[in-house]
Structure formats: C-alpha cells, structure tokens
C-alpha cells in the first residue's frame, strides 16, 4: 500500500507531556497537510509544507505545536504541555495537482 | 475566508431508499468543492469533487452532486443506497484563487443505511 502513513494511530498521554507524530506522504506529493478533527467537528486545517518550506500556519496552531518536513520527505507534528483540550484526531494528507490524500490519522488522548 | 454547512449531522435511510446530504457553503472568492467519506475506522476518501465544466458530478459508486452558484450549494444525491455506503460524508472547498490548496470542512453528515 502505497498511501498516506501516519504512526501512532494512537497515543494516550498524561497533561503536560510532549508528543511527536509522524506521516509518510506519498512519494513524490511535494504538499504536505496538517488537519485537526476534534468529536463531531470537521476536519480543521492546521499548516501545510511545499516541500520542505513550511507556507501557512493557522492561528490553531499555537506556540506549543511545532511542525517540520526535513528534505522535504516525512513530516513531524510535535505538541508540546499537552493540554486536555489537544485531545483530537490529527490527519495528514498529501497532494499533488490539488487533490488531498488523507492518511488514517493520529487519536491523541490527554488525561 | 470560507465556511461550510452540513444542515443533517445524521441521517438515519432504509437501503434502497434514495438520500440527499445537503451542504452550503459561503465564500467571497470562487472555490472547488468537494465530498469526502470516512467510513469505520478508515481515513478519509475523496468521494467527488467539482472543479470546473458540467456542475453536475458523479462518483463511481453511483454518488452524484450538483454545484448551484446562485444557491451556493453542492447537495449530494444517492438514488438508491446500499448498507455499506454507511459513513460520514464531509463536504468540502478550497480557494480556487490561492496557491495552498487547503480545504475547509463541514461538520459532516452521518449516514446510516438501515436493512
């Protein structure tokens, strides 16, 4: 299978810890998509890469969460004093041409 | 800036029965819409997307949507549904005029086909 990947499909973690993800896009999608679904919302876009250059954060994204695409390959969400209210699904996607291809996602739990 | 809006959090059809899963949207620049599915512990999937040409769209699994400019809607129709197109279907769009290509969802809609 050659889609998109995203490791942990799950993480449980106590308040105030970090926690990194990751997502393999497919080869050769030089977009990469960051997106944040929370229970009976819609998916809520958080930041994307062009390669390797990170273009747009929203203003969802605070100064805890820190996101990067080393050589313009996999990505990296890191969240840092996790906070209850970053309990939520993270999706990742990638694209070529404008059509997004979403991973699984990432269930992040904060007790 | 956009916004979507699923009217139908759910949406409870015996199978065979046809189904609408209404969605609006608001934008001040031209957009692409889209429809999404999620089914059970599954990723999402593109379903259908309207870009450009004839405003009416169809899936290969029998889905269709009909973009309406003056209504500002992208309504998506099944004639006859199956149990498995149980799901959650996300409607979608995307700044026809921006360069980034992100997408702002709808709540979306969860459909159950009941036998």
């Known amino acids: 299978d050659t889609g998109v990947s995203q490791d942990p499909r799950h993480k449980i973690t106590k308040r105030g810890q970090n926690v990194t993800f990751r997502c393999d896009p497919i080869s050769e999608h030089n977009r990469l998509y960051w997106y944040r679904q929370t229970l009976g919302q819609g998916p809520e876009f958080l930041t994307y890469f062009q390669n390797e250059a990170q273009l747009e954060k929203s203003r969802l994204l605070s100064d805890r969460f820190s996101a990067e695409r080393p050589k313009g390959s996999f990505s990296t969400l890191e969240i840092q004093r996790t906070e209850q209210g970053d309990s939520a699904m993270y999706l990742c996607a990638s694209s070529v041409a404008g059509r997004q291809f979403f991973g699984p996602g990432t269930r992040l739990t904060v007790l | 800036a956009q916004s979507v809006t699923q009217l139908d959090s759910q949406v409870p059809v015996f199978e065979e029965a046809p189904v609408e899963l209404r969605c609006n949207y608001s934008?001040?620049?031209?957009?692409?819409l889209f429809w999404y599915v999620q089914y059970p512990n599954q990723g999402l999937q593109l379903l259908l997307k309207?870009?450009?040409?004839?405003?009416l769209v169809e899936s290969i699994n029998g889905f269709e949507a009909e973009f309406n400019k003056s209504q500002t809607s992208f309504h998506l129709r099944k004639p006859s549904v199956h149990i498995s197109d149980t799901a959650e279907y996300f409607c979608?769009?995307?700044?026809?005029?921006?360069?980034?290509?992100?997408?702002?969802f709808g709540k979306g809609t969860l459909l159950t086909v009941n036998p």
């Open positions: 309207y870009l450009s040409g004839s405003t």
């Open positions: 979608a769009v995307s700044d026809r005029e921006g360069s980034n290509y992100k997408l702002t």
């Open positions: 934008s001040s620049v031209s957009v692409y």
